[in-house]
């Protein structure tokens, strides 16, 4: 067969595209960037949901396509991907020139909640392109997802970090329920979809195996991950209202809101057509982590929280220091160690206080950069520097019984660390 996949290098389309390419189907590759590699198999076309044309001049490109399978989806909006733009003008559009191209099914990857009690702008927008498909008149298939876990999934990688705090925060107790779905085997019905193994039209809810509380759920991918149970303690909902309020009003684009309203709703659903489609029983989240993986994915998760704490207890260091600086340590005694280390009386004040606030700018933009190599680059040149300094004009400071200057060592150690997985990060295709 010959499949259409819009968003292929996406989370879904991407698992999707490699089970429909192990099958042997031709693939059309539909995405506003070409995939880095093709396969003999497939071939890429251009096509932007933000920039789509007429359908009359879109539907010549899709003749010969026998499904068409729409995996593109946002959960963050920019200034041009829009919920509106992504999620329900384009593709409406691309199923007009579908039609007009007599493609044979579409398979619309919508979600789980995108229907007539929708609230959140995500789940509006995904149930107005899914109802104007059901109207369009072309076989069709509204597949509709519950949470998804994948190792390489953005909320997986979310979910798995939480799991592995030694706390568990738990707005509202963490009572929501959720059912969540492995990706391999939401791909395999979505492949089951497109290849007409189940004779089916209309929506079909996707989920797993088990419906179970969100404290539940991370207590599981706990176990999985090697870890003994959490601790867990309940925040009021209210908190949970503020704390996506703040996200809200200081990120551009955020949907924190939105996004914990939908949680608090609840994301279940029957199994019955997922177990049809497997052809079994879907996996249940005791079973989504193998025991291969279980290492590799608790370090990454607990590396997604303990950096933020490396980096802001590097931060506490340098602005403390420039605070103790400014005036909290007497001015004369730092005068006075400034004499030992050589520097003129006229150039002392300069040093002190210059020192305090280039101390106190590099904590705030430890905090508050995103890009920071050059930032660690500039921390370990100052601390090198200062500990040269040290040596050569106050050497009993390596002696001290405080180690003031020994404690130099961890801290290079922490930048040094901090350099290497921002520039691992920045390289990462």
Known sequence: MQILITGPTGFIGGHLRARLRAGGHALVLASRRAPAELDANERWLPLDF???????????????????????????????QTFDTVHARGPIAFFEACVAARVKRIVQVSALGADAEAASRF??????????????????????????????GASSRLFLMAATLPLLPLPAGGRQRVQPIHIDDLTEALAALCERRVA??????????????????????????????????????????AAARLVDATTPHAFALEAWAMLRRGNEGPVETTRELLGRAPRAPAAFVAPGQAAGLRIQAQIAWLLPVLR?????????????????????????????????????????????????ALGVASLLMRRRRWLWLAQIALILGYTAIITARLPEFWLHPYGPVLKNLPMLAALWLLLELDRREATRP
Do not use: C
């Open 50 to 80: 933000a920039a789509l044309p007429p359908a009359a001049s879109l539907a010549p490109q899709l003749e010969g396509i026998d499904v068409a399978v729409n995996a593109v989806g946002i959960f963050r909006e920019g200034a041009v």
């Open 123 to 152: 789940h509006l927008s995904k149930r107005a392109a899914d109802e104007a498909l059901l109207a369009s008149g072309i076989e069709a298939v509204v597949a509709q997802p519950s949470l998804v876990f994948g190792a390489d």
């Open 200 to 241: 089916r039209t209309g929506r079909a809810v996707l989920v797993g195996a088990e419906a179970l509380p969100i404290v539940d759920y991370l207590q599981t991918l706990r176990r999985s991950l090697g870890l003994g149970p959490a601790a867990t303690f309940a925040l009021p909902a209210f908190m949970g209202d």
């Open 312 to 360: 802001f207890s590097i931060a506490a260091v340098w602005i403390a220091t420039g605070i103790v600086s400014f005036g909290v340590y007497p001015a004369a005694d730092s005068f006075a160690l400034l004499e030992r280390a050589g520097v003129p009386a006229a150039l002392r004040p300069l040093a002190l206080y210059g020192a305090a606030a280039l101390d106190l």
